[in-house]
């Protein structure tokens, strides 16, 4: 699966996400890395004191959440 993240010509108005993303990492994928990613381009990390959730939330520059999840341990399966 391709996920492209792209930036917008002008953000959307404030408006709840109609489809929430939950988007998991591939193995191999540093969390940290990706997040610095998507700062880079714009984003953002919401409620970086997380405390022991397993995932990040993130924003889209236009201000779109979406759920961050580390790559599945090869013991956990699919």
Request: net charge negative; with cysteine.
């Amino acid at each position: 699966m391709l996920l492209e993240y792209c930036p917008e010509p002008a953000p959307n108005p404030p408006a709840k996400n109609r489809l929430p993303l939950d988007v998991r990492l591939e193995a191999g994928d540093d969390t940290d890395d990706v997040v610095a990613g998507l700062v880079a381009r714009g984003g953002r990390e919401l409620h970086s004191d997380r405390g022991s959730v397993p995932w990040r939330v993130c924003a889209d520059p236009s201000g779109n959440e979406f759920f961050l999840l580390a790559a599945r341990e090869a013991s956990a399966g699919r």
